[in-house]
């Protein structure tokens, strides 16, 4: 597949880093000479130095062959007019941009971008997604990763075996055997920088993160299961009130009437604006590394910080003096590999990384085959993937023992007609079937192939 990226930022780079890997043709256009040196000593990509926007550098960069245009500049008119161009100058199938401001995606002006006047196929909002990821982590707490999978009725956890957790060192098969009525499935394991779907007779060790598909409805039970009975936050403070901040603030009004909410914000003309526009939450001005001002938040008593200032060495540090004073947990937006492990190291329950939210996003669209959603871990080493089987798959119509063709994948559940399938050996996947599975980096193309609307498979 042939693919031009305009932005080599770090959602530029995440997705050419994930493409190149997976053998597609990659062009990346950026005005930054720097940038584009970088990505091209770096990754198997062909860097262009320009606007984006501009016909002639599309042109350079392959825009006439392309099958698709990813538009994840810092400037969502960029991104916008560069799938004007794609579509109208090139041909391009599927434009992807990534638009920040939310006026444009006020449901009144949302025949803007139908094909007749801004043909974007594909519209990315970070904001709005790393906001809902936020959320879900309020949710769940006891969890270091939230993925909602089939319409929320299936839930991927990540769970931490610490010390603590009573299912450490026992093969996956005897879970199974001991909770024979429980929709859970581990799907991947992280051990060190390892990650890997597993076999029956593995075992969990301390220190790996589990990653666990289940019904919603028994997530509390899974959850208590690995030792993590943690209820959801009914007392948190925000710092930072960005875009992310607002929508927080905003959902957490909406849809937990009894929590009390405060939002630390260091723009005072800011800090402001919301409070005009809270209904319920207290906006205090000031510093989340300001000891004074956690202590006026009321952190000792509350159970969670949630950090998502622009600045990720003050989200870990604020985190960290959040439960040094009391506070149960902390949640802060990482976006450099080097804080996501400083993060780990110093404790902060959970993290947000915002790049990986918005490359997984846009890998939903990008992977062929009947792929409805995806969900990158660990940079990309492997993704938690919802796809839905058709007639001509070879999952169809046979067990899942006869199957030769899932090494390096492991399937968690089914979701057929509303209803929650556990994967046995016996189970028998039908054609419209969503299939909820882990695979590793090696193995996303068999599971696109696998999902193939064509016969080309076979």
């Known amino acids: 597949m042939k693919v031009v990226i305009c932005g080599a930022g770090q959602v530029g780079f995440g997705i ?49 062959d392309a099958d698709m245009l990813i538009a994840v500049t810092l400037h969502d008119e960029v991104n916008m007019v560069a799938c004007q161009v794609a579509h109208s100058l090139f041909n391009v199938p599927t434009k992807i941009a990534r638009i920040r401001a939310q006026s444009y995606r006020e449901p009144h002006w949302s025949d ?36 909602a999978m089939a319409d929320g009725a299936i839930i991927v956890a990540g ?22 009525d429980l929709k859970a499935v581990i799907i991947g394991v992280k051990r060190g920088e390892r990650l890997f779907a597993p076999r029956s007779s593995d075992a969990l060790l301390v220190g790996d993160i589990a990653y666990v598909a289940t019904e919603r409805g028994q997530v509390s039970r899974t959850l208590g299961i690995f030792g993590k009975e943690e209820v959801p936050a009914n007392r948190v403070i925000i710092a930072g009130g960005g875009n992310i901040g607002i929508y927080v603030a905003r959902a957490i009004e909406e849809r937990l009437p009894h929590a009390t909410l405060k939002l630390i914000e260091a723009d005072r003309a800011r800090a402001v604006s919301i409070a005009d526009d809270l209904k319920r939450g207290i906006v205090l001005h000031g510093s989340a590394l300001d000891e ?9 008593e509350s159970e969670t910080l949630v950090a998502i200032t622009n ?30 492990t400083l993060a780990e190291t110093l404790g902060i329950d959970a993290h947000v990384n ?14 062929r085959g009947r792929i409805r959603s995806v969900h990158a871990l660990e940079s990309g080493k492997g993704e938690i993937i919802e796809a839905e089987a058709l007639e001509t798959s ?18 968690g559940a089914i979701f057929r007609k509303d209803k929650v399938i556990l994967p046995r050996g016996e189970t028998v996947i039908q054609a419209r079937d969503r299939v909820i599975l882990f695979a590793e980096r090696e193995s996303v193309r068999r599971v696109e192939q696998l999902f193939r609307v064509s016969l080309e498979f076979f």
């Open 159 to 180: 769970l931490l075996c610490d010390e603590n957790c009573p299912v450490v060192d026992t093969p996956l098969r005897q879970l199974t055997e001991l909770f024979p």
């Open 16 to 64: 050419a880093e994930q493409l190149a890997a997976e053998k597609n043709d990659v062009s990346v256009i950026d005005k930054s000479p720097q940038l584009i040196q970088s990505i091209s000593d770096k990754l198997e990509v062909r860097g262009f130095v320009g606007n984006g926007a501009h016909p002639d550098v599309l042109s350079r960069a392959g825009g006439a």
């Open 394 to 411: 070879p999952l169809v119509g046979k067990p899942l023992r006869d199957v030769t063709l899932l090494g390096g994948m492991r399937i």
């Open 311 to 340: 600045d990720e060495k003050a989200n870990v540090l604020a985190c960290v003096m959040a439960r040094s004073l009391g506070c149960a947990r902390g949640l802060a937006l990482v976006n450099s590999p080097s804080y996501v």
């Open 292 to 300: 004074g001002i956690l202590e006026e938040a009321g952190i000792g």
């Open 112 to 147: 803007l971008f139908s094909r007749e006047h801004m043909p974007i196929d594909v519209i990315i909002s970070p904001e709005v997604e790393v906001g809902e990821t936020v959320l879900r982590r309020l949710a769940l707490p006891g969890a270091v990763e939230t993925v």
């Open 354 to 367: 915002p790049k990986a939210v918005t490359v997984s996003k846009i890998l939903q669209h990008v992977r």
